[in-house]
Nanobody, 117 residues
Framework: QVRLVESGGGLVQPGGSLRLSCAAS????????MGWYRQAPGKERELVAI???????NYADSVKGRFTISIDNVKDTVSLQMNSLKPEDTAVYYC???????????WGQGTQVTVSS
């Protein structure tokens, strides 16, 4: 059974920083792509950032220059460093894993990020 465990969410003031981490475990073979998505109340889930096992990245325009995604292929972990946070970054953040050997995507349970003064 594949399991994704996210950590690092919380409450932060505007302009602050948070670091999210997601650890994958289980029998999924090797990573193809991992990423972070978010869903704010009343809105659809949206892409934040994705990274391939070779380190290629893609970011939503709204987070470019503020967020950095990184991957550790040995520990099967993906992290998201979030700087200069804004109230509009408030959402539940979800980790996604796309394995190389399967078309099935796996999702974490989500971690709440709240940016408020």
């Amino acid at each position: 059974q594949v399991r994704l465990v996210e950590s690092g969410g919380g409450l932060v003031q505007p302009g602050g920083s948070l670091r999210l981490s997601c650890a994958a475990s289980g029998n999924f073979g090797s990573i193809n792509v991992m990423g972070w998505y978010r869903q704010a109340p009343g809105k659809e889930r949206e892409l934040v950032a994705i990274i391939t096992r070779t380190g290629a990245t893609n970011y939503a325009d709204s987070v470019k220059g503020r967020f950095t995604i990184s991957i550790d292929n040995v520990k099967d972990t993906v992290s998201l460093q979030m700087n200069s946070l804004k109230p509009e970054d408030t959402a539940v953040y979800y980790c996604r894993l796309n394995p190389r050997s399967s078309p099935v995507d796996y999702w974490g349970q989500g971690t709440q990020v709240t940016v408020s003064s």
